[in-house]
């Protein structure tokens, strides 16, 4: 690999590192790149044990391992002196890069424009492991570790953590002593203006084909006699969400809605017949689609599972074959701030970045909080370190250079809380 740049913001070390992450193709939603999420582990596994971490990999069948970093005062140069157990969550998975075309370089090379690192997932969220790995290293090496830390790496948030809980409860033993977790895969709206967050939506996700010919038809011969299949979805969706209001439609969708929360739906794409040049005069024979919803606080995953269905199956016409299949769901959460370690990160917060942090809610899903909170029962503080313009999920993803480099001294101070 090659070292792509290093300044005032980003180190050499720290610049090879962070690049040679990025180069990994770790996209947990491409089952023919499950290579590269190995790699991404394996890469992960060496950095650790390199500053003295015990590792530890979780898996079932062949999904993308959990990786446990445990950082003991045995294992360390330097011993925990404080007594605590910090556990630390990002993930190592990342979402497409398509469309490539529309990245102004390529997208797995580390690239430094403008005060901005580009590539995919630097900010979403190979970003924030790098930060972790060289706030610790740093500590470590400066005798100025005080607590135990436990690194929680996920290789499948990008999928819908679908083995998450279960991967966990392998892991319990291994986290059971932690007093706090912190979930790094948040950031702030502005440069220099910390947030934490205490609240974030759930998530349902659908995908459905619909059938209704064997195959492709002449839309001169069939035109007005067959169903079109796009037009049923187009017609299917139209009912689900009022467009000018935004209101869905779906009967007791809102039954457990508190005033000014806003659940969403969302069509994410549409696939059927033929849109390639020029044009094909066909009644296409099916279509597919993927869409989601996203919940608010006591909205549960599963009663909107059933109502998505019931309406579905009552609005598709008669005689039209269907296959809905559910894609994955994510419980909202709602986080307790009222305790000192929120109060302590704080403090850091605003020392560093010279602003008093802003407390608010999401409108994201990350399936490993509601998870780690049912489970232990600790305090979890959810905060990061990009801003609104990084793109994420998008062409063009970067994180700002002085953010990052704050980022990491923020981290430094929260290790030794």
Sequence with gaps: MHIIFYNKHVDKKTSKLFSDFVSIQSVSTDPSRHGEILKAVEFLKKELKSIGFEVKTYQKDNCPPLIIGICKPASAKAPARRGKTLGIYAHYDVQPEDPIGEWDSPPFKLVSKNGKLFGRGVADDKGHIIQILVAIKKLIETGKLENNIVLIFEGEEETGSVNFEYLINQAKQDLKKINVFYVLDMGMETSNQPEIFYGLKGLIGFGIEVRTNKQDLHSGVYGNKADNPIQILAELFSKIKDSRTNKILIPHFYDKVKFSL??????????????????????????????????????????????????????????????????????????????????????????????????????????????????????????????????????????????FEKGIKALERIFSL
Excluded: W
């Excluded at 069509?267 to 996203?294: L, V």
């Excluded at 598709?316 to 894609?327: A, R």
């Excluded at 909170?373 to 994180?399: M, Q, R, W, Y």
């Design 262 to 403: 806003h659940p969403s739906f969302d069509i994410h794409g549409i696939t059927g017949g033929y849109a390639g040049k020029g044009i094909k005069t066909i009644i296409p024979a099916m279509a597919h689609a993927k869409f989601s919803f996203r919940l608010i606080e006591d909205q549960n995953p599963d009663e909107i599972e059933k109502l998505v269905s019931d309406f579905i199956r009552e609005n598709i016409p008669k005689g039209v074959e269907y296959t809905l299949k559910t894609l994955g769901k994510l419980n909202p959460f709602y986080a307790d701030i009222n305790n000192k370690y929120v109060k302590e990160t704080d403090k850091i917060f605003t020392e560093i970045f010279g602003k008093k942090t802003l407390f608010k809610r999401s409108g994201g899903s990350i399936g490993a909080t509601s998870t780690l909170a049912k489970i232990f029962k600790k305090p979890l503080i959810l905060t990061g370190f990009t801003l609104s313009d990084c793109n994420i999920h998008s062409p063009n993803e970067n994180v700002d250079e002085e953010m």
